[in-house]
């Protein structure tokens, strides 16, 4: 979604940050680095400037840390065209489209004559999150795709752009198109394989092959699972769905499943109930109904007057087996819901199982799942339900650098029937209140989080909140009207994920760091095609190494397009940050995942064609005028959302 863009930073920025009372002073140059000068002066971060002296990145320079340098190819340049790009010496071969066969039987791609039967066997609309399950080590294994939302103005020839679309009530929707849409929904299984010559393919009538749909039935399972909330005329029992919504970022699991996040479910839902209705609270919190889609029309569970309980059957994560294309996915609802972005995790050094989460809105929060059971390395089939019992947190970041996981845990605290918390199903149903009354620190959108297995350091996205005014502006969260967005780095205490406590810091504020009052804070080294805004998505290679991916970059915004950045994390060239890969006109980056070998990075070439949403001359775009027509450059054929597999000539590691 856009951020407009507004007034600039304010404030001057003072060279008195204080005296630095730690005995390090490569510490101290670290903090003045990477803490704005004008917080120091403010005083909001005074305090966290001392007790950042056992900083994150002094606990892992302790452990021995490698802080080499790491990332070795020739940066490409920033610019935003109608063709995708990536680094010299490398091959993007696109692996898999829209509208390409996924099942046996799937026809040919004919955009002009899609029908809901033909897009249920074919690859779905708007890949974000993939993940690379290994059945043969790097070369051969299986690509679990999401499908996030559907741009009806780029998929059918007979529509209007998106905001006229919406501006006259949908009138030139038809229950066909809704229904293709809702084909084009879910997600994708996909048994993928690197041939003699290093080109990867996806493999034909792969036994493994799956699509799964709005209209897939899954299993409810965890704390909510059966509570009245969930019930609805279809499901009396509270305990079955039908489709999986708005999947975002997500993650694979050491016993080889996907989990799958549900980010966006708000813009499914329409119709309006009245504000004593025992769900109108929930509703608000979540933004139901959001009126993006007019499926309602059609299909009475997505009018919430007529089944208010549907829109509580959304908003969690899946877990799916891969494995078995006949296997019930599972809304494992003991990890709440909200705006799930991702699920990264990591097992624990007591063999619990952690998994990390952004809820993606302005001003909402970081959580994370800790199982109550461990991980069974030698049985994968005992991790089945893991993921039902366990503890949600919801993160306080204190502005000394400390920071406290809350437990969302029904009859603690807040979270009693004085609030509207009858049980635990009302706490994970209700997540976002149960994190407002336990004081969680209101973030700017959290997206991805990713755990660094080499390292234990923990990575928060924070896409950007062009809404905190400078009242708002907490230590984490250190830029009024943040357009572009920063990463925060956090180390749990003792390296134990589980543990309530953590230190963090700002890794890297984002944006031009040419231009003052922005105040980015990237390393001098980097160069003008090598800052970004808006970091989303990201990964940590098998070497411990961070890329990450963005959503928002345009040239209305920051000159150049979404793509893969090398950002350095540690050592002398830390917040140093190279491109790697762009995006064509209006894509953004989804999904990065590196084979294990580190020879393969498959990305995600999401919403191609999309408008330039803050080019106040932007026209309208549609099927017959998009952006660009990547990948196939055709006339009559729109932009295809597709996977690129990207490779080095002759083989080898990525960046290395
Ligand atoms: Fe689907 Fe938060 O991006
Ligand atoms: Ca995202
Ligand atoms: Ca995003």
Redesign the pocket.
Known sequence: ?TDHLSKSQAAEQSENAGSNPSSNPTMGEMIAERFNRRDLMKGILAVSAMAATVSPMAIAAAQGVNTTPSFNFKEISSVSNDQHEVAEGYDADILIRWGDKVLPNAPAFDPQAQTPAKQAGQFGYNNDYLGYIPLDGSRRGLLVVNHEYTNEELMFPSLPGRQDLRNVAFKDMTKDIVDIEMMAHGGSVLEVARGANGKWSVVENSRFARRITAETEMEITGPAAGADRMKTSYDPAGRKVRGMLNN?AGATTPWGTWLTCEENVNGYFWGRVADNHPEARNFRRMGIPGNWYNWGQYHDRFDIVKEPNEANRFGWVVEIDPHDPNSTPKKRTAMGRFKH?GAANIINADGRFVVYQGD?ERFDYVYKFVTEGSVDRANPANNRDLLDRGTLFVARYNADGTGVWLPLIFGQGPLTAANGFNSQADVVIETRRAGDLLGATKMD?P?DVEANAKTNMVYVML?SNNRRTPAQVDAANPRADNRFGHIVEMMPTGGDHASTTFRWEVLLRCGDPAVATVGATFHPNTTKDGWFG?P??CAVDADGRLWIAT??NAPSKTGRADGVWALETAGPARGTSKLFYRCPNGA?LCGPELTPDMETFFVAIQHPGEADEDDPNAKPVTFNTPSTRWPDFKDGVPPRPSIVAITKRGGGKIAV
Do not use: Q
């Open positions: 979604m975002c972005e993606d959108r997206e896409t808006m989303d998505n959503d928002g953004e």
